[in-house]
């Protein structure tokens, strides 16, 4: 490692903690519990602890400037490939908590999690501290019997605390943004009066409206928990450990997380928002031991479509892959977007839906499955026979009975809300990702400090980094009245 040219060494003569100076981002970036925990425990034995640092930290350390060792919980993954051989190329160690290389593949497991220090004796004494105890065997405790790759995975938890209806406008999980008709809760009120709850869910004919909502045969339809469920009963039918899944990102983190969970090796092609989504590169990261492909359309959180031809070809050329193709933003593109008419001759696709999204019932968690006649027969005997509970159950009938609601706000999405969005963006000049859902991805200067002042005024959107680290605003869009408030309260805060 160099700086200015001259060749830098790390050269802490440290040799404890507590001689040791410790840089962190913030106290905040670690969760409750255990990583909280954890750095408390790395903070009270060393001889100082400054926050502030970011990456600057990693430089102070490579370059033998006071910093000794530096703790994270955040750091993302596109920063392992500039930070990692600054340090290690400075003599210093850098590895995750438990003392793994940091690496792309494993960034599912160390969940940003980071250590580096300037000697390896600092190093080991800062894992002694943040490692568990059944990594490390203290007090006496059996090791885990649990596999040892799922004793590496951070659980996936998404900013959901303090969110309010009724104090927000809610623009940061792409949620429908206003209740649904009364019919709805109205249902769920008159099915709770029949004093049922003691009784296992009956499902009736539930699949096949679902199918015909769809326009697929029953036998080619299968409801889930939520679209979750079919993305982790999909990869635990389909996918051997050790195995390769092609995932592009930046995308949702669960298909990740499912695909860790099962021990596979993520190979992650970039979207871009010039070339959009990523084919050739899908195509060419194809081997014999690729066993899994997760097409996102449109993808979350740039909104980008795939183009049908585009799946088709790498379905043919993928014959003994799972295709993943999730649809959970389906009614906001059009009807001839969808692979649900390829399904009897490319038996490797799987298409998962949602009513999380335009049908605004995530609370109960309901999605469906799409997929060849005996890839659903295969996967209702991996489903638990009473996963999704009697309340979806009623409020779907309900919402199915009277779907106008649904295609209402979708048409007001599409032709009014997006496109005024879309309008005072390019007259901002503020660069975005085109999207066709119901969200865009968008570059805002300083967009942490824009987002803290947006949830100051009642509005939530959520920060997002893209495929080089950058950060940006996801921004979900509401209804027109919703999204002119957004744009009044941006133009009072930007100049």
């Known amino acids: 490692t160099k700086l200015n040219g001259t060749l830098v060494h790390t050269r802490s003569a440290s040799t404890e903690l507590k001689e040791t100076m410790l840089y962190a981002t913030t106290p905040e970036m670690f969760s ?238 970039f979207f871009t928002r010039e070339r959009g989504f990523p084919t050739d590169e899908v195509i060419a990261a194809v081997n014999d031991k690729t066993s899994l492909i997760v097409l996102s359309n449109p993808n979350n959180p740039t909104g980008t479509p795939i183009a049908k031809a585009d799946m088709v070809k790498i379905a043919l050329f993928a014959p003994n892959c799972a295709i993943l193709i999730d649809e959970c933003y389906y009614e906001f593109m059009p009807p001839e977007s969808s692979m649900k008419n390829e399904l009897a001759r490319l038996p490797n696709v799987f298409v998962t839906r949602t009513f999380s999204k335009t049908w605004g019932i995530p609370s109960l968690r309901l999605g469906y499955l799409l997929s060849a006649e005996h890839n659903i027969r295969a996967l209702c005997s991996v489903r638990g026979p009473y996963d999704v509970n009697q309340l979806s159950v009623v409020a779907v009938r309900a919402a199915m009975s009277a779907p106008q609601y649904v295609f209402d706000y979708v048409k007001e999405h599409n032709t009014i809300a997006r496109p005024a969005f879309e309008r005072y963006l390019d007259k901002k000049g503020i660069v975005y990702w085109p999207s066709s859902a119901n969200y865009i991805f968008c570059y805002f200067p300083e967009p942490m400090e824009l987002e803290a002042k947006l949830r100051a005024r009642g509005i939530l959107v959520r920060p997002k980094k893209d495929a080089d680290g950058v950060t940006g605003l996801r921004v979900s869009i509401g209804t027109a009245a919703q999204t002119d408030q957004l744009i009044s309260t941006l133009e009072q805060l930007l100049p």
């Not at 993302?76 to 438990?98: I, K, Q, R």
């Not at 050790?242 to 860790?260: H, K, N, S, V």
Request: with cysteine.
């Open 32 to 269: 409750s519990g255990f990583e909280t925990e954890r750095f408390d425990a790395v903070r009270a034995s060393v001889k100082r602890t400054l926050y502030g640092c970011d990456c600057y930290a990693y430089g102070l350390l490579a370059a033998g400037f006071g910093a000794d060792l530096v703790v994270e919980a955040d750091l993302c993954v596109y920063d392992y490939a500039a930070l990692v051989p600054v340090v290690l190329g400075a003599g210093g160690l850098m590895t995750d908590w438990s003392g793994q290389p940091l690496t792309l593949q494993r960034h599912g497991f160390s969940h940003g999690r980071v250590v580096a220090a300037a000697n390896a004796t600092i190093h080991a004494a800062a894992l002694e501290l943040l490692a568990t105890p059944s990594e490390n065997g203290s007090n006496g405790k059996p090791h885990s019997v649990l596999k040892p790759h799922l004793r590496e995975l951070a659980p996936y938890k998404p900013p959901l605390d303090g969110r309010s209806p009724d104090q927000h406008i809610l623009l940061d999980f792409n949620e429908r943004t206003i209740p649904v008709p009364e019919h709805i809760p109205a249902a769920i009120t008159k099915h709770m009066a029949t004093k049922g709850l003691q009784c296992y869910p009956a499902y009736g004919d539930l699949n096949e409206n679902i199918a015909e909502y769809a326009g697929v045969p029953a036998d080619q339809c299968m409801f889930t928990n939520g679209s979750d469920q079919g993305i982790d009963l999909i990869i635990r039918a389909c996918c051997a450990s050790g195995t390769e899944a092609i995932i592009p990102a930046p995308t949702f983190a669960m298909y990740e997380q499912a695909a860790l969970t099962e021990n596979l090796v993520i190979k992650r092609p």
